[in-house]
Every structure is written in structure tokens, then in C-alpha cells.
């Protein structure tokens, strides 16, 4: 593997670590799923784990539609262990807060009180449709 080969995977896999928060804060969850190798699997920080596409998407789906989150992603270290697989880390800030039609409630969200950080341990494949994460284990470090 040259290393521009190597530098293209690390970009294509940093971009699903994006589009994977992108989605999610946009609640895209048919894309968000879309994002993952169609037996991808997501395990939650509660340890709840999500096998495949439908399970993701729906299991996305079903949380408060009056959430609001923003997914702030930073030190994305993607390591290429093959031509068709790499793996990375990434510290994630999860910033949300509760939609609100009260006209006083500024931006109509309401801010939650505590922030998460965290951590998201990928692994990603080479697919014929492209790069796809095949795990993903989300992890919390502290509240802020």
C-alpha cells in the first residue's frame, strides 16, 4: 500500500466518523445506518448493542423526538491496518437540549445542564459500496 492509498483510507474513514455525528445530530437515521456495513454493530455506553442496519436505524429512531444534540468530534486517529480495514479513535462532546415552542425560551432549545464526553472506538471495512464502519463502541468518559 503506498502512502497515498494509505492517506486516502484515513480521509474516507475520518468522514464517516463526521457524517456518523452529522447524521445523528440531524436525525437522519436511515443515512446515519446507511453509514455501516449492513451487520454493523453499535454498542451504546449502557452496554446496549446493535446488530445491523434496521436494529441501529430503529433503535436511533425511537429516542425523544424533542432532543436536540450537536456531536462535536475531535482527535479522529484513524490507523490503516490493511487495504480493506482501519480502525480509529475519537473523543466526541455531545452537547444537547430539549426543543421548545414557548416564544421566552431562547432559540426554541432549551440547554441540558450537563455536557458528555466521550469516546467512539471504530472499526471500519471496505465494502463494494464504499468505506463503512462495521463496530462502533461508544463509550462516556465524564459529565461536564
Same mark, same amino acid.
Given at each position: ?5 494509505e492517506? &486516502? ?10 457524517d $456518523?455525528a452529522t447524521?445523528?445530530d440531524?436525525r437522519?437515521? @436511515?443515512?446515519? +445506518?446507511?453509514? #455501516? ?18 436494529? =441501529?436505524?430503529? @433503535? #436511533? ?17 484513524? *490507523?490503516?491496518?490493511?487495504? *480493506? ?7 466526541? &462532546? =455531545? ?5 421548545? *415552542? *414557548? ?8 440547554p $441540558?445542564e450537563r ?5 467512539? +472506538?471504530?472499526?471500519?471495512? /471496505?465494502?463494494?459500496d464504499?468505506?463503512?464502519i @462495521?463496530? /462502533?463502541?461508544a $463509550?462516556?468518559?465524564?459529565t =461536564?
Amino acid at each position: 500500500m503506498t502512502p497515498v492509498e494509505e492517506l &486516502l483510507i484515513e480521509r474516507a474513514c475520518a468522514r464517516l466518523v463526521v457524517d $456518523s455525528a452529522t447524521c445523528n445530530d440531524h436525525r437522519e437515521w @436511515a443515512k446515519l +445506518a446507511a453509514l #455501516y456495513t449492513p451487520d454493523g454493530v453499535v454498542v451504546r455506553p449502557n452496554g446496549q448493542r446493535l446488530e445491523g442496519r434496521a436494529a =441501529i436505524e430503529a @433503535a #436511533y429512531a425511537a429516542g425523544p423526538p424533542e432532543r436536540v444534540t450537536r456531536h462535536l468530534c475531535a482527535n479522529v486517529t484513524v *490507523d490503516v491496518d490493511g487495504p *480493506d480495514d482501519a480502525h480509529a479513535t475519537t473523543m466526541v &462532546l =455531545i452537547v444537547s437540549g430539549t426543543r421548545s *415552542d *414557548d416564544p421566552e425560551v431562547r432559540f426554541g432549545i432549551v440547554p $441540558s445542564e450537563r455536557h458528555l464526553l466521550g469516546e467512539f +472506538a471504530d472499526r471500519f471495512e /471496505r465494502t463494494d459500496d464504499g468505506w463503512r464502519i @462495521a463496530e /462502533r463502541r461508544a $463509550s462516556l468518559a465524564m459529565t =461536564i
